[in-house]
Protein backbone atom coordinates (compact mmCIF):
# COMPACT_ATOMS: atom_id res chain seq x y z
CA UNK A 1 0.00 0.00 0.00
CA UNK A 2 1.57 3.48 -1.03
CA UNK A 3 1.87 5.97 2.21
CA UNK A 4 0.05 8.42 0.45
CA UNK A 5 -3.62 8.59 -0.54
CA UNK A 6 -3.20 11.41 -2.64
CA UNK A 7 -2.01 11.90 -6.17
CA UNK A 8 0.12 14.42 -7.62
CA UNK A 9 -2.37 16.55 -9.22
CA UNK A 10 -4.59 16.53 -6.17
CA UNK A 11 -4.29 19.53 -3.52
CA UNK A 12 -2.23 18.90 -0.62
CA UNK A 13 -3.69 17.95 2.94
CA UNK A 14 -3.73 21.61 3.79
CA UNK A 15 -4.05 25.42 2.66
CA UNK A 16 -2.25 28.36 3.34
CA UNK A 17 -4.14 31.48 3.37
CA UNK A 18 -2.29 34.81 3.96
CA UNK A 19 0.77 32.90 5.01
CA UNK A 20 3.00 36.54 5.53
CA UNK A 21 0.23 38.06 7.51
CA UNK A 22 2.18 40.06 10.13
CA UNK A 23 -0.43 39.79 13.10
CA UNK A 24 0.39 37.84 16.28
CA UNK A 25 -2.67 35.40 15.27
CA UNK A 26 -3.17 32.12 13.81
CA UNK A 27 -6.53 30.80 12.83
CA UNK A 28 -7.05 27.11 11.92
CA UNK A 29 -10.09 26.05 10.18
CA UNK A 30 -10.26 22.00 10.92
CA UNK A 31 -13.30 21.16 8.66
CA UNK A 32 -12.55 23.31 5.25
CA UNK A 33 -13.47 21.43 2.85
CA UNK A 34 -15.75 18.34 2.20
CA UNK A 35 -13.04 17.15 -0.89
CA UNK A 36 -12.58 13.01 -0.81
CA UNK A 37 -9.35 11.91 -2.09
CA UNK A 38 -9.70 10.16 -5.29
CA UNK A 39 -8.47 6.70 -3.59
CA UNK A 40 -11.46 6.83 -1.32
CA UNK A 41 -14.17 7.83 -4.45
CA UNK A 42 -17.06 9.20 -2.68
CA UNK A 43 -16.82 6.96 0.81
CA UNK A 44 -20.23 5.62 -0.90
CA UNK A 45 -22.05 8.69 -0.10
CA UNK A 46 -24.20 10.82 -2.77
CA UNK A 47 -23.03 14.36 -3.19
CA UNK A 48 -25.87 15.38 -1.11
CA UNK A 49 -24.69 13.91 1.95
CA UNK A 50 -21.19 15.32 1.57
CA UNK A 51 -22.52 18.27 1.04
CA UNK A 52 -24.17 18.32 4.46
CA UNK A 53 -22.68 19.21 7.72
CA UNK A 54 -21.31 15.68 8.17
CA UNK A 55 -18.93 16.88 5.48
CA UNK A 56 -17.33 19.70 6.34
CA UNK A 57 -18.20 22.89 8.43
CA UNK A 58 -20.22 24.86 5.91
CA UNK A 59 -19.19 28.30 5.60
CA UNK A 60 -16.36 27.96 7.82
CA UNK A 61 -13.16 28.69 5.86
CA UNK A 62 -14.94 32.08 3.89
CA UNK A 63 -15.37 33.00 7.53
CA UNK A 64 -11.64 32.02 8.31
CA UNK A 65 -10.49 33.70 5.27
CA UNK A 66 -12.14 36.86 5.67
CA UNK A 67 -10.90 36.98 9.25
CA UNK A 68 -7.40 36.31 8.39
CA UNK A 69 -7.65 39.07 5.46
CA UNK A 70 -8.95 41.67 8.02
CA UNK A 71 -6.53 40.92 10.75
CA UNK A 72 -4.00 40.45 8.31
CA UNK A 73 -3.22 36.99 9.97
CA UNK A 74 -2.42 33.80 8.51
CA UNK A 75 -4.84 30.90 8.74
CA UNK A 76 -4.35 27.43 7.97
CA UNK A 77 -7.18 25.29 6.38
CA UNK A 78 -7.86 21.91 6.12
CA UNK A 79 -7.86 20.57 2.60
CA UNK A 80 -10.44 17.21 3.37
CA UNK A 81 -13.18 16.39 4.41
CA UNK A 82 -13.89 15.37 7.94
CA UNK A 83 -15.16 11.81 7.23
CA UNK A 84 -11.60 11.12 5.74
CA UNK A 85 -10.05 10.98 9.06
CA UNK A 86 -11.13 14.27 11.31
CA UNK A 87 -8.62 16.72 12.16
CA UNK A 88 -10.00 18.10 15.53
CA UNK A 89 -10.36 15.03 17.04
CA UNK A 90 -6.98 12.24 18.80
CA UNK A 91 -6.61 9.84 16.30
CA UNK A 92 -7.33 7.67 19.24
CA UNK A 93 -10.97 8.78 19.45
CA UNK A 94 -13.74 5.94 17.72
CA UNK A 95 -15.17 9.53 15.54
CA UNK A 96 -11.55 10.16 14.02
CA UNK A 97 -12.84 8.24 11.02
CA UNK A 98 -16.91 8.11 11.73
CA UNK A 99 -18.50 4.69 10.10
CA UNK A 100 -21.64 6.68 11.10
CA UNK A 101 -22.18 10.77 11.22
CA UNK A 102 -25.47 12.22 12.35
CA UNK A 103 -27.25 8.87 11.03
CA UNK A 104 -25.23 8.32 8.09
CA UNK A 105 -24.07 5.33 7.45
CA UNK A 106 -20.26 6.15 5.74
CA UNK A 107 -19.63 2.60 3.84
CA UNK A 108 -15.98 3.40 3.16
CA UNK A 109 -15.13 3.46 6.57
CA UNK A 110 -16.85 -0.03 7.72
CA UNK A 111 -14.20 -2.00 8.62
CA UNK A 112 -11.07 -0.35 8.04
CA UNK A 113 -7.62 -2.34 8.44
CA UNK A 114 -5.27 -0.43 10.46
CA UNK A 115 -2.84 0.25 7.91
CA UNK A 116 -6.17 1.93 6.27
CA UNK A 117 -6.34 4.22 8.91
CA UNK A 118 -2.40 4.90 9.16
CA UNK A 119 -2.27 6.14 5.49
CA UNK A 120 -5.20 8.62 6.21
CA UNK A 121 -3.62 9.71 9.23
CA UNK A 122 0.06 9.59 7.37
CA UNK A 123 -1.53 11.81 4.00
CA UNK A 124 -4.04 14.46 5.64
CA UNK A 125 -3.80 14.45 9.73
CA UNK A 126 -0.23 14.69 10.14
CA UNK A 127 0.65 17.26 7.89
CA UNK A 128 -1.91 19.60 8.70
CA UNK A 129 -0.90 19.87 12.62
CA UNK A 130 2.82 19.49 11.84
CA UNK A 131 1.87 22.79 9.54
CA UNK A 132 0.01 24.27 12.97
CA UNK A 133 3.39 23.13 15.18
CA UNK A 134 5.75 24.75 12.75
CA UNK A 135 3.80 27.67 12.44
CA UNK A 136 3.75 28.57 16.42
CA UNK A 137 7.02 27.57 16.65
CA UNK A 138 8.36 29.84 14.35
CA UNK A 139 6.05 32.81 16.20
CA UNK A 140 7.27 31.95 19.67
CA UNK A 141 10.81 32.13 18.20
CA UNK A 142 10.39 36.00 17.14
CA UNK A 143 9.01 36.43 20.25
CA UNK A 144 5.60 36.96 19.53
CA UNK A 145 2.67 35.46 21.72
CA UNK A 146 0.14 34.30 18.77
CA UNK A 147 -3.34 34.02 19.95
CA UNK A 148 -5.08 30.64 18.56
CA UNK A 149 -8.38 30.93 17.11
CA UNK A 150 -10.17 28.14 15.98
CA UNK A 151 -13.31 28.67 13.31
CA UNK A 152 -16.32 25.89 12.68
CA UNK A 153 -19.49 25.90 12.18
CA UNK A 154 -22.23 23.91 13.27
CA UNK A 155 -25.83 22.45 12.34
CA UNK A 156 -29.04 24.20 13.57
CA UNK A 157 -30.61 20.68 14.62
CA UNK A 158 -28.22 17.97 15.71
CA UNK A 159 -30.14 14.32 16.21
CA UNK A 160 -33.19 15.92 16.35
CA UNK A 161 -32.41 18.93 18.96
CA UNK A 162 -32.77 22.63 17.80
CA UNK A 163 -29.88 24.91 18.92
CA UNK A 164 -30.79 28.19 19.40
CA UNK A 165 -27.09 29.44 19.83
CA UNK A 166 -26.17 32.16 17.15
CA UNK A 167 -22.38 31.68 17.87
CA UNK A 168 -20.62 29.57 20.70
CA UNK A 169 -17.65 30.57 21.94
CA UNK A 170 -15.70 27.33 23.70
CA UNK A 171 -13.42 26.90 25.94
CA UNK A 172 -11.37 24.80 28.54
CA UNK A 173 -9.84 25.89 31.08
CA UNK A 174 -7.85 29.58 29.47
CA UNK A 175 -10.43 31.76 29.43
CA UNK A 176 -8.23 34.87 29.07
CA UNK A 177 -9.92 34.83 25.34
CA UNK A 178 -13.22 33.23 25.89
CA UNK A 179 -14.77 35.54 28.65
CA UNK A 180 -14.14 38.99 27.21
CA UNK A 181 -15.38 37.72 24.24
CA UNK A 182 -18.76 36.59 25.34
CA UNK A 183 -18.99 39.70 27.02
CA UNK A 184 -17.98 41.99 23.92
CA UNK A 185 -20.36 39.50 21.54
CA UNK A 186 -23.11 40.17 24.50
CA UNK A 187 -23.15 43.71 23.24
CA UNK A 188 -24.34 42.77 19.92
CA UNK A 189 -28.30 43.06 19.74
CA UNK A 190 -30.22 40.09 19.34
CA UNK A 191 -27.13 37.60 19.71
CA UNK A 192 -27.92 34.15 21.17
CA UNK A 193 -24.57 33.33 22.47
CA UNK A 194 -23.64 30.01 23.99
CA UNK A 195 -21.30 29.78 26.33
CA UNK A 196 -19.57 25.83 25.30
CA UNK A 197 -22.77 25.16 23.18
CA UNK A 198 -23.10 23.38 21.39
CA UNK A 199 -20.12 21.78 22.24
CA UNK A 200 -18.17 21.99 25.31
CA UNK A 201 -13.71 23.08 24.90
CA UNK A 202 -13.50 20.19 27.44
CA UNK A 203 -14.60 17.69 25.10
CA UNK A 204 -12.86 15.16 22.30
CA UNK A 205 -13.74 17.57 19.63
CA UNK A 206 -11.01 20.18 20.63
CA UNK A 207 -8.02 18.25 19.60
CA UNK A 208 -6.31 21.17 17.66
CA UNK A 209 -6.45 23.54 20.36
CA UNK A 210 -5.32 21.13 23.07
CA UNK A 211 -2.41 20.04 21.15
CA UNK A 212 -1.09 23.34 20.42
CA UNK A 213 -2.64 26.11 22.43
CA UNK A 214 -3.23 24.94 25.42
CA UNK A 215 0.06 22.65 25.70
CA UNK A 216 2.42 26.21 25.18
CA UNK A 217 -0.03 28.03 27.29
CA UNK A 218 -1.35 30.55 24.57
CA UNK A 219 -4.20 32.35 24.36
CA UNK A 220 -6.76 30.46 22.32
CA UNK A 221 -10.42 30.35 21.72
CA UNK A 222 -12.82 28.11 19.55
CA UNK A 223 -15.79 29.42 17.81
CA UNK A 224 -18.96 27.29 16.78
CA UNK A 225 -21.38 29.57 14.08
CA UNK A 226 -24.33 28.33 13.70
CA UNK A 227 -23.89 27.52 9.35
CA UNK A 228 -27.90 28.26 8.17
CA UNK A 229 -26.28 31.81 9.18
CA UNK A 230 -23.31 31.60 7.46
CA UNK A 231 -24.32 29.71 4.37
CA UNK A 232 -24.20 32.77 1.83
CA UNK A 233 -22.15 35.19 1.14
CA UNK A 234 -23.77 37.87 2.94
CA UNK A 235 -24.01 35.78 5.58
CA UNK A 236 -20.67 35.21 5.71
CA UNK A 237 -19.43 38.95 5.55
CA UNK A 238 -21.67 40.11 8.49
CA UNK A 239 -20.50 37.42 10.60
CA UNK A 240 -16.71 37.82 10.64
CA UNK A 241 -17.72 41.75 11.01
CA UNK A 242 -19.85 40.75 13.91
CA UNK A 243 -16.36 38.49 15.46
CA UNK A 244 -14.29 40.75 14.17
CA UNK A 245 -15.52 43.67 16.43
CA UNK A 246 -15.32 41.69 19.37
CA UNK A 247 -12.13 40.00 18.76
CA UNK A 248 -10.78 43.45 18.46
CA UNK A 249 -12.29 44.91 21.48
CA UNK A 250 -10.96 41.66 23.39
CA UNK A 251 -7.31 42.30 21.66
CA UNK A 252 -7.37 45.77 22.95
CA UNK A 253 -8.28 45.51 26.49
CA UNK A 254 -6.83 42.17 27.44
CA UNK A 255 -3.05 42.88 26.09
CA UNK A 256 -1.40 42.46 29.48
CA UNK A 257 -3.28 39.36 30.45
CA UNK A 258 -2.92 37.61 27.07
CA UNK A 259 0.67 38.32 27.15
CA UNK A 260 1.06 36.34 30.65
CA UNK A 261 0.28 32.64 31.05
CA UNK A 262 -3.32 32.01 32.94
CA UNK A 263 -3.79 32.11 36.78
CA UNK A 264 -6.32 31.72 38.84
CA UNK A 265 -8.33 34.83 37.61
CA UNK A 266 -8.67 33.32 34.13
CA UNK A 267 -8.80 29.68 34.56
CA UNK A 268 -11.63 27.05 35.71
Not at 24 to 45: E, K, N, W, Y
Not at 220 to 227: A, P, S, T
Request: proline share 6%; glycine share 6%.
Amino acid sequence: MARTLLTPMEPAAFRWFNKAGRTPLLFVCDHASRRIPQALGTLGLEDTELARHIGWDIGAAAVTESLATTFDAPAILTGYSRLVVDCNRSIQDADSIPEVSDGTRVPGNIDLSALDRQQRVFTLFEPYHTAIDQALTTSLARDEIPTFISVHSCTPVMAGRNRPWHIGVLSNRDLRIAAPLIESLAAEDGLVIGDNEPYSGKSEAGYTIRAHAEKRGLPHVMLEIRQDLIADAPGVHHWARVIERALRQVLSRCLMTIAHPPDKGVLR
